[in-house]
């Protein structure tokens, strides 16, 4: 329970007054969180379209599974590198600026390109905003519960092999406070087509440990939950250790210490003008300085510009050319994976089936990122 001592406790003295009217504009809010209006303190530097980055900042753990011929191993492989990326995905803005930040709200279009470079060689990122807004879906009660919207695929080409990864449910608490940060809660599923199903357990604190950011994931053959192969259980943004199904312990990981491998990015007067840093360059300049209403001014600029062009391409009867991305009426692959996990596409809240390009990533002219 918080005291009114308590409230606000995070928040500078001269931001008081834009938190309390924020906290009073979303105590009945239930909606679409990309158009939840949040105070310029809380505001990021970094457009949501960087987010992808936090996948692969451990490149060794993502391409670990294709070099291991047991299907089994490969699955606890695959969970073992989806665990270690949440810590970054989820944490490390709370770590690096003291409390979560409401990102940037990507346009359509926007890019974000770069690459990584380590002992298991290159590892490239492309990530593209395939609509005008994120689908998650946002609802407050002193927290704020996010449901997001969509899946990832990963395909590992050399055993033809696919899984289906569910995304976890959030929320983020420490609103009153002024001190945002987002805790993870219910199930998510990692789903093979060699035949193993991935379950992991989220708990804000775990009714056994008492730890933040618990967790308890099993790996089983498909349909099969009490054969348990694998499991994995610690704290996402600390250590988690892996066991076999009797119990031996095979390995302990440390988020805390492992290291990311840095993102190389190409220089901003280098960038496509549609690059998420050299788009939002003023924007996030004005945010660091604390130029509350070059902030707005400069943000303006751009949500008009996505306007006027929006309404031009319907006047036109012609949409927005994705550069990477193509729609795509079906997909048998998440179609086979989802059905034992009861998932569905929700191509109505995501403007359809996307899938990366190959050839439209062949004839695309961009920079390409320079040590």
Do not use: C
């Amino acid at each position: 329970m918080s005291s009114s001592k308590d409230e606000g406790a995070g928040v500078a003295p001269q931001n008081k007054g834009s938190w309390s009217s924020f906290l009073k504009s979303i105590a009945s809010f239930n909606g679409d969180l990309s158009s939840m209006t949040a105070p310029p303190f809380i505001l990021s530097t970094t457009s949501l379209v960087e987010y992808s980055a936090y996948w692969t900042e451990h490149p060794s753990l993502f391409v670990a599974p294709a070099s291991e011929p047991d299907p089994a191993k490969r699955a606890v492989l695959v969970l073992k590198w989806f665990l270690s990326t949440l810590k970054q995905q989820y944490s490390s803005r709370n770590e690096k600026l003291g409390s979560e930040k409401k990102p940037l709200n990507p346009f359509l279009g926007e890019l974000f390109l770069g690459k990584w470079e380590d002992s298991v060689g290159t590892t490239h990122l492309v990530s593209e905003q395939l609509q005008g807004y994120n689908a998650q879906k946002a609802s407050f009660s002193r927290t704020i519960h996010v449901k997001q919207i969509g899946h990832a695929l990963l395909h590992l080409s050399k055993y033809n092999e696919d899984y289906l990864i569910t995304l976890p449910s959030l929320h983020i608490e420490g609103l009153i406070y002024g001190s945002p940060f987002v805790e993870l809660n219910k199930a998510t599923y990692i789903q093979s087509s060699s035949g193993y199903t991935a379950k992991i357990d989220y708990s804000g604190k775990g009714w056994l440990s008492g730890k933040k950011n618990s967790f308890t994931a099993t790996l089983y053959p498909q349909g099969k939950e009490r054969d348990i192969l694998y499991e994995i259980s610690g704290q996402w943004t600390d250590s988690f250790t892996i066991r076999d199904g009797k119990k031996h312990e095979i390995e302990t990981y440390s988020a805390k210490n492992q290291k990311v491998t840095p993102l190389i990015v190409a220089p901003l007067d280098h960038q496509d003008p549609y690059e998420t840093r050299r788009a939002w360059h003023a924007v996030a300049d004005a945010i660091s300085r604390g130029d509350m209403d070059k902030t707005s001014l400069e943000k303006s600029k751009i949500e008009n510009s996505q306007r006027d062009m929006r309404k031009k391409e319907q006047a036109e009867g012609r949409e927005w050319e994705r550069r990477f991305f193509t729609r795509v009426p079906n997909d048998p692959v998440f179609d086979r994976l989802a059905a034992p996990l009861g998932e569905r596409s929700e191509t109505e809240k995501t403007g359809g089936i996307w899938r990366f390009d190959v050839g439209k990533a062949e004839r695309v002219n961009v920079a390409t990122p320079q040590q």
